[in-house]
């Protein structure tokens, strides 16, 4: 006789079908997770590909260390109705937000999903950047932006205009505590812009990312003026032009490569020291070859590249605003594994002049590395100020200014070098002793002077120039005299006004002995709300 098998009691079978809908709930939610990875559908990826572009995830993947990523509000969707949008509620809402390690480091960051809705902001997008936002700042973590959309949802109104307000706020809050960094990969438009404006570092790919307050459309309208998109505001034209990109790239994948490398030498919040890595470079390697690369002769130009790659850890660098304002130098480096932030003239551009472009790309650089404890090194091969009318009413005193008030304000250690000319208030400007440097160094080629000797000569002797029976002759004996006794290397050492004139081929050696007794610097400003800086 068959025995037909016991029949499990009541609370057993209610077990196994809470645990079968447990499972089935799972299986629904990572349906739903697999939903939101994919996108809106295989055409739109295909189409972002099409242009040369990544999708938001990809370019993830690509700045942040493997598996790292851990997403926040993947299933967020918009709530608004009206003009169609009731019908589609794609989850991330177009932007997709959370964490990660880069070399191990936190860092967060929220990329626009260009295949929904073109990457544009609505109440509920704007919500989650600015809770990303909000979470770097808490955590004292870097901030990075991938940038690609196509502005403020119109069919969500003012509110989508509300949300970029939220962005603003929240990118002052965090200047100078946390570093931000906004990666341009596609179209910025319109008020869009100013919160990459308001960022430190502005990375661009070439042919994929504009930025412009007006589009070409209403600049022809306006003005009647016709243009392309990256004409008016493509990478080269504001790494070039307007200032406005730091960075620029051919392709998105060296672009983010170069964003982990920026992180890497950048500390996580402004209670930080950067991070310091293991040097292969000594740091008494002698710079025999830096008395071939400058010459003694003032009038002939140099790169001042080659000597920032002489001197610091395996000639490596990374030049901020490389292509902008040229006659002055802006670029993180490494000094026996310790990170600087290096303003050097540059002879080979305008023979190394200030002027208002030069003057407002190293102030911007020099707060920069104060607001993030990075010492300063000044390289000064300086004539002046450029002259001229387009400078003087452009405001050259206000945005010299500018420069000066930047040096004056920084507490972090600062050394400046005088290679070999240094006149006038451009002396002054480049972190000279007497605006605060720590530590003053010359070569045994310096001239620091108010002004060049010809130059000065024609002033001081004008009328025993004028009366000679040789002009000619008499205006070189006095250039002569006037190098003689107020020109000559050892002037100002004399006077207190350099710490010590230094054989070129030690230059690395003393900068890296300087920096390390500068390391624990302290140094405390008056209680203030805040400077009111030259604008």
Request: aromatic share 6%; hydrophobic share 40%; charged share 25%.
């Amino acid at each position: 006789m068959t025995i037909a098998p016991e029949a499990p009691p009541s609370g057993a079978r209610s077990e196994v079908t809470s645990h079968q809908e447990t499972r089935g709930r799972v299986a629904q939610l990572r349906a739903l997770r697999e939903q939101a990875e994919r996108g809106p559908s295989d055409r739109a990826t295909e189409a972002q590909h099409a242009k040369g572009k990544l999708t938001a995830r990809e370019r993830i993947a690509l700045l942040l260390d493997e598996g790292s990523f851990r997403e926040v509000e993947q299933l967020r969707r918009h709530r608004a109705s009206g003009f169609g949008l009731e019908a589609k509620r794609p989850y991330t809402d177009g932007v997709v937000t959370g964490w990660g390690t880069v070399e191990g480091r936190t860092v967060f960051v929220y990329a626009h999903d260009f295949r929904i809705f073109g990457g544009a902001l609505g109440e509920a997008h704007a919500t989650k950047i600015h809770k990303i936002m909000d979470m770097a700042i808490s955590a004292g973590a870097p901030l990075v932006s991938l940038n690609d959309g196509a502005g403020a949802r119109i069919q969500e109104g003012v509110s989508a205009l509300a949300g970029y307000g939220g962005i603003f706020q929240r990118n002052t809050r965090a200047s100078g505590v946390i570093p931000q960094i906004s990666v341009m990969l596609g179209p910025c438009a319109g008020g869009a812009a100013y919160s990459p404006a308001l960022t430190d570092f502005v990375f661009m790919v070439r042919e994929t990312s504009q930025m412009f307050i007006t589009g070409p459309d209403v600049v022809k309208a306006v003005t009647g003026e016709e243009i392309t998109q990256n004409g008016l505001g493509g990478a080269d034209v504001h790494a070039e032009t307007s200032g406005v990109a730091h960075f620029a790239y051919d392709d998105e994948e060296t672009c983010i490569a170069e964003v982990r490398y920026l992180l890497s030498m950048l500390p996580s919040n402004n209670r930080e020291l950067p991070p310091r890595s293991e040097p292969a470079d000594g740091p008494d390697r002698r710079c025999d070859t830096l008395l071939d690369i400058v010459p003694i002769d003032g009038g002939r130009p140099y790169d001042m590249r080659e000597v920032i790659a002489e001197l610091v850890d395996e000639g490596d660098h990374m030049e901020v605003h490389e292509r902008w304002a040229t006659s002055v130098i802006t670029t993180l480096a490494r000094l026996d594994g310790q990170v600087v932030g290096i303003v050097a003239s540059q002879p080979r551009s305008f023979a190394g002049v200030l002027d208002i472009h030069s003057s407002e790309k190293a102030a911007r650089f020099v707060q920069m590395c104060d607001a993030f404890n990075i010492p300063i090194v000044t390289l000064v091969d300086v004539p002046g100020f450029l002259p001229g009318v387009d400078q003087e009413h452009g405001g050259i005193i206000r945005h010299g200014a500018k420069l000066l008030y930047a040096y004056c304000n920084a507490t972090v250690p600062r050394i400046s070098l005088i290679l070999r000319k240094a006149y006038g208030g451009a002396y002054i400007v480049m972190d000279s002793q007497s605006i605060g440097a720590d530590l003053t160094y010359a070569w045994p080629t310096n001239e620091i002077a108010v002004m060049g000797a010809e130059g000065a000569a024609n002033v001081i002797f004008r009328r025993q120039i004028a009366d000679a029976d040789d002009p000619e002759a008499m205006r070189t004996r006095m250039v002569k005299e006037y190098k003689a006794e107020l020109m000559h290397p050892y002037y100002a050492a004399e006077r207190g006004l350099v710490d010590d004139v230094i054989d070129p081929a030690d230059t690395r050696e003393v900068l890296i002995r300087s920096l390390a007794m500068l390391r624990t610097k302290h140094a405390d400003l008056p209680s203030r709300k805040h400077g009111n800086p030259p604008q």
